[in-house]
């Protein structure tokens, strides 16, 4: 599986985005897909993650309420709506896969796609 993230760039605080993942490649639905993001000068932090089936998903409490994964296993396709922006959102956001079983851990994770920069302005 490869993955390729889409969908950034510059919004102001209180503004809505929605970032795509597509991944190429087989089994796209076999794989949990998480979004990291990643500030300047800090370490890469889990956002959500949703499960291969999609029976539930998992967010960090910082965007709990504004940000809603999905995913569309026939179009092999991840979605992140990220409304009510605020600076602090603002991040290089990775898109990242695993077999199965959701992680909230980076490490855990062998496959990312390259990143879409997300600049929230106050």
């Known amino acids: 599986v490869q993955l390729q993230a889409s969908g950034g760039g510059l919004v102001q605080a209180g503004g809505s985005l929605r970032l795509t993942c597509a991944a190429s490649g087989r089994s796209f639905s076999n794989y949990a897909m998480a979004w990291f993001r990643q500030a300047p000068g800090k370490e890469r932090e889990f956002v959500v993650g949703?499960?291969?089936?999609?029976?539930?998903?998992e967010y960090a409490d910082s965007v709990k309420g504004r940000f809603t994964i999905s995913r569309d296993n026939a179009k092999n396709t991840v979605y992140l709506q990220m409304n009510s922006l605020k600076p602090e959102d603002t991040a290089v956001y990775y898109c990242?896969?695993?077999?199965?079983?959701?992680?909230?851990?980076?490490?855990?994770?062998?496959?990312w796609g390259q990143g879409t920069q997300v600049t929230v302005s106050s």
């Open positions: 949703i499960p291969w089936n999609a029976d539930y998903a």
């Open positions: 990242a896969a695993r077999a199965r079983v959701l992680s909230r851990l980076s490490s855990f994770y062998s496959i």
